[in-house]
């Protein structure tokens, strides 16, 4: 135990930067979001998993689990002498489990899980260290149908917790590295390239691709194409591009149509350019945003899961969820005199209040933030003081 | 990341002795039981707090977590260089978050939590290492009606999620101390009664306090008196106690009346002798116990929160509840052919169903255990294999 009297020491009740407490209403609000979440999962077939807190290294950070090691905290296990990790992802247990445990059953293989994920360091945008997840992965299905079928699932659980209007925006990250490789450039001038990208410049993206024969028609186009996913589509229909690039195309356009048949409500953008994100993304990407200013909800997008087995996901960040929610109503606290008989206080419940029973004479009903009071039998509201 | 050749590597999924998956149906049931458990603490005023996994080792091992300091993982925070401690209880959390952020708050205060705890080791009995709780703390009353609530409320929650019949077992662990203490007995005496309380070995027990005047009638009576709480209570009533033993005496006999006030059907037993358990309890000491051979469901009882205030409170353990809870009926799964229109997939959700959609001509609708499949609109139920 540190001195508290020593200079070092936090003042008493400080947590860690990135780690905080969650208070009453919000707690209680978080929770009910992720379990509405997650009641939306388990009627479109996804089962709950729970995978542990913490697990081996090797098996924590293999596959995309690879992606997060530098922000999974380590520690070492006094039973086995070995290096555990406390995940930074549920993704990568999920498809160990998938993988593993589940590996005889049948597939496409629907799961869902939530839970708390840590990690070293938060970034000035992000300062948290600690994040719930929940999410949903399809494991077994290369088709675009079940791509189309996350984002859908994903929309619709946002919905049913009251977040509209929710678009989601879809990038495939690896078309510009697919025609950067196939462009016979020189590998500085593809960096460069790459980089003039990531900073959307359209101008330098324009010089450097000049002389670079299809490239100079296509690269252009696509960054300028992002935007309503049918106009950035006609773009790529219209661009010149090699067979690969083709292909991811042609996915991108059953994806994006099978989402329309699945959820025909859902606002689509498309930035067929953009190849940030997680690294260990295959095929679509998938961002999804809520009304107004309240940021990133979930990502997603297909990936390999173990043994190469086509997998594809989305995460929900509950926490963003809850800003972008609707507030729910409070329950109504009714406060019951000393005395009062169970029976009578169970009524009370059943019909929604949350009863606050007196200890002692001096428990103070409006202190207590009571909207009712029983009298005479009846909940009598409290006038606001 | 280890060599997965070398002879120490694990197989490939495996994981650290007392962590484990929880597979479907299991996790979607535990889920399930935790929020069934927290509603009904919701009900009784009890506001939910989320405290994080991680935090500062000197205040999540202050107070009664001193009791779990050694069971509790270290890891160092890189950002503040100093030792942070995952948590191996939630009830330190509550009680830092009832002296700070909510100090101001009146009282009595009601919290509740869930969440994940997780410990050094496990033991032979209970080999796991990760562990879900779901408690109530009420914080800032001293009186018998503060602890007879957390028995009655934690109680209650259990009746709701169908567990029958349940049990308290109440021990009062400062009143063999408080004996003990007061005999006059030279220290090595009472340290060997001590021993042979806690063996129950009541022959050893009426030998030592043979000679030690009051002490030799209370405490075989007492030892004996284990069992309902009527018959215990008229043992205690009726033993020679001294004043500071007499005073525990009363106050259990206030605590079990004002437990069969609040829950009249529920089945009390005391054990006045029995003093092991947490040592930070002062006061009544609670065990839970389900039906048959489910084992404990929830500890609590009657210890001092920070700044000395009053509290009492009550944890119980959901994987313990789910084994002594009755199935939940499985969710009825309807295989939906490709091109069902999402307006008749929303229509059976509706209805309870987990719709779950082929993704390809070749999904088979057995194989992914659907119970039902959709013909010419209906959920026709598909005959067992």
Chains 1, 2 share one sequence.
Do not use: W
């Amino acid at each position: 135990m540190t001195d508290p009297a020593s200079p070092s020491a936090p003042p008493a009740g400080l947590l860690p930067a990135g780690l905080m407490d969650l208070l009453p209403p919000e707690a209680e609000r978080e929770a009910s979001l992720v379990e509405a979440l997650m009641a939306g999962f388990a009627s479109h077939g996804y089962e709950r998993v729970k995978p542990p807190l913490l697990e081996f290294e090797d098996s924590l950070l293999a596959g995309s689990g690879a992606a997060v090691a530098e922000q999974t905290f380590r520690l070492m296990d006094p039973v086995s002498q070995r290096m555990m990790g406390l995940r930074a992802d549920t993704t990568p247990q999920v498809a160990r489990i998938a993988a593993t445990r589940l590996g005889l059953e049948a597939r496409p293989l629907r799961l869902c899980y939530a839970g708390q994920v840590l990690r070293v360091r938060g970034s000035q945008l992000a300062p948290e260290r600690q994040m719930p997840q929940a999410g949903i992965e399809l494991i077994g299905s290369a088709s675009p149908e079940a791509d189309a079928e996350v984002a859908a699932v994903a929309a619709a659980a946002l919905a049913a917790v009251g977040v509209a209007p929710i678009s989601l925006d879809i990038t495939l990250p690896t078309m510009t590295p697919t025609l950067l490789e196939g462009s016979g450039l020189p590998v500085e001038r593809r960096q460069a390239l790459a980089h003039a990208l990531d900073r959307k410049d359209a101008a330098m993206v324009a010089a450097l691709s000049a002389e670079a024969g299809a490239l100079a028609e296509c690269l252009p186009s696509l960054l300028a194409a992002a935007g309503p996913a049918d106009a950035a589509l006609a773009a790529l229909a219209a661009a010149p591009l090699p067979q690969a690039a083709r292909e991811i195309a042609d996915n991108a356009a059953a994806v994006i149509a099978a989402i329309r048949a699945r959820a025909p409500g859902l606002r689509l953008t498309l930035d067929p350019a953009e190849f940030r994100g997680f690294r260990y993304h295959v095929g679509v990407a998938f961002t999804l945003y809520g009304p107004g200013r309240s940021g990133e909800l979930a990502r997603g997008g297909r990936y390999l899961s173990l043994n190469d087995e086509p997998a594809t996901g989305m995460t929900l960040y509950p926490d963003a969820v809850l800003r972008a929610a609707p507030p729910a109503a409070p329950r109504p606290r009714l406060f019951l005199p000393q005395g009062t008989p169970e029976a009578v206080a169970a009524g009370f419940r059943a019909q929604g209040f949350a009863t606050i029973a007196a200890l002692s004479p001096t428990d103070a009903p409006r202190a207590l933030r009571c909207t009712h009071i029983l009298r005479d039998g009846q909940a009598v509201p409290l006038p606001k003081e």
